[in-house]
C-alpha cells in the first residue's frame, strides 16, 4: 500500500514514517499490507529526512489542487497533518484558511471522486476549545474555538466525520494534546515554549518560560503522538461506525511539574537554564486551553495517555541522542 | 439602510421584508436606521412578494461570486437564510456543499474585503444535532449532525462566530427550531409533513402523516421565527461578545398534540382529512433530531418560544386568510 503524510516533512510525519519503514506493514482489517511507498508532502523540503527507497520527499503547495490530484492518484492511507499553527493563521487569516480549511476541502474532494473510499487520518487538536470551559472537559464538550485556527480544525472535524459517514473516505480525526517535547526548533505556535524549557536544558542553552510556574497544560509525548497516528490508521472502520472524532488521552502537568522532572532526570543546573519573563499575550492563551481533558471514547478504543513527564524527557533523549546532554541514557 | 435577504423570495424571507416596511426603520444600537432598500435574492422568483418600491427580486446564482459582490456592494443588513434542504443536500452532495457551505463562504470572504463590520443573520438549525443524544439538548451539547445539511450549518456556525470574533462581520447564528405550520406547498425536507397536516386539512384537503402520533417535535411558528430574526438583527454586538452561536427556544409537541388542537380550532373533520401512512425513514430521520431543547442563552437575550400549538395554527389563518377554512376567524 501506497502512504502519504501532508506536513510531512514535520517531526510527526517524518516519525510515522520511520515508524512505517521500520514495520514494513501495516495491519489492515485484519490483513497485513505491504508498504509500498511513503509520500512525505509538505512545503518545506525538511531535514533529517529518513533515508530510503520506499520514501519520496515532494515539496509543494497544499492549495494547488492539481498537485493534490498528481499526489492522491494512486494513496491507500493519508495522514494529513499539514496546518498553518495557531499564531499564524491568526495573524494571517487568509493564509490560514487556505492551508487548513481549503486544503482539507480539496483533498476531500479529490478522494471522494477517486472513490476508493481511502483511510485518511487527520490531526486536529484542543485548539478547538476556547473561552469559558468546564473544569474538565469530555467527549461531550461543545467546542468553542477562541482562534481561527481552532475553528479551521473544528470545521474540519465535521468534514472529515460527514465524508466518512457519506463513504467517501474512511476518516479518523485525532485531536491532539500540545506535543510536548517536539524536537528541532521553535515555532510559530503559542504552546512552543512548553518544549523549549526541556528541550534546550537538555542540550546546555538557555529558554524562556512566558507563563507561571503553576500553569497546567494537557500534553502528549511525540512517541505516543505517533503510536495515536498508527493505532488510528489500523482500527477496522466498524469500530468506529459514525462516532469518527476522537479526543486523545494525555497528561496534565504544570510547568512546575515539568521543571522538577527534569530536574530527576538532568540534575538542577538543567533547570536553572530555564528563564522566567511572564508575556501576559502568551499566558491568557494558554489558559483559554483545556488542560484537564477525560477521554473514554478513545481509552474505549485503546489509545493510551504518557504515564508521566519523566518517561516523556527519557523518550526524548533516546529518539534524539545525537543531542548533547548532561546525562548519559 | 439596506437590506440583503438571500433565499429572500421563501417564507420567512418574504415575512421578514414585509415586516420591515410595515416599520419603515430598525433600531441598531439605539438608533433609529431608515430602511430604503431590501434586496430579496433567490434562485426562484417567487410568488406573493410584497409590492412596494423598495422591494427589488433579485434572481441568480447563490454560488457566483461575481454576483454576490455586486448584491453586496452597498448593503448594512443580510439574512442569510438561502439554502439546500436536508434532502436534497443528502441527496445531492454537491449541490448542498455549493450552496450551503460555499454560497457562505463566498459571503464571508466579500463581506471581509469590505471591512464594513456588515450585521450578518445566518439561520441555522437542530439538523446540527443527530444520532445518540442527551434526553434535553441545550446550549452545552455538542454538535453530531447526522446529514450533510447538518454537517454544512454546523460549519458555517463556527465560520461565522469566528468571522465574527475577528471583527470582519458582525454575525448572529440563530438555531431554528422545525418551523410549523409553513405556508405554500410541501418541499423536499424531511420535517414537511408537520406542515401539512395541518395546512392541508384548514384549507379542506387531505395530507399524510409519515410518523407515530406520539412522535415529538421541537417547532416554532413562522411569526416567532421572524420575531427572532428581527430581534437578532436589533440586538447590540456587546450583548453578544464572542458568543454568536444562539440555540432558540421552541415548543415541544407531539403529532397527536397538534392533532387535538387541529380538531379544537377546526372541528373533528379536520383531524379525520390526516392519512396515516408511515414511512420508516422518515420516522427514522425525526426521531434523530432533538424534540426536547432549553435555551437559556436565547431565553436571555429575550427571544421567546410559542406558548402553545393552538395559537400557531390561529396566526396560520390569520396570516393566510386567503386560504380556504373551516372555521371563521
New interface residues.
Partial sequence: MNVLITGGTGFIGKQIAARLLKQGQMQIDGKNQEINKIILFDAFAGEEIPQHQKIQVVTGDITDKNTLETLLSDIDIVWHLAAVVSSAAEAD?DLGMQVNLYGLLNILDIL?HQKRHVRFIFASGCAVFG?ELPDIVN?????T??S?YG?QK??CE??V??YS??GFIDGRVLRLPTIVVRPGKPNKAASTFFSSIIREPLKGETAICPVQADTPVFITSPRRCVDAMLHAASLPAKRLG?KRIIPLPGLTVTVADMLQALEQVAGPEAVELVQWQEDESIQRIVQSWPAYIDAPYAESLGFQADANFSEIIQSHIQDHPHMPSTVEV
Fill in positions: 487569516f471522494r473561552g467527549d461531550q464538550t461543545v467546542v474555538p477562541s481561527s475553528m473544528a470545521v465535521l468534514l466525520a460527514d459517514r457519506k459514525n
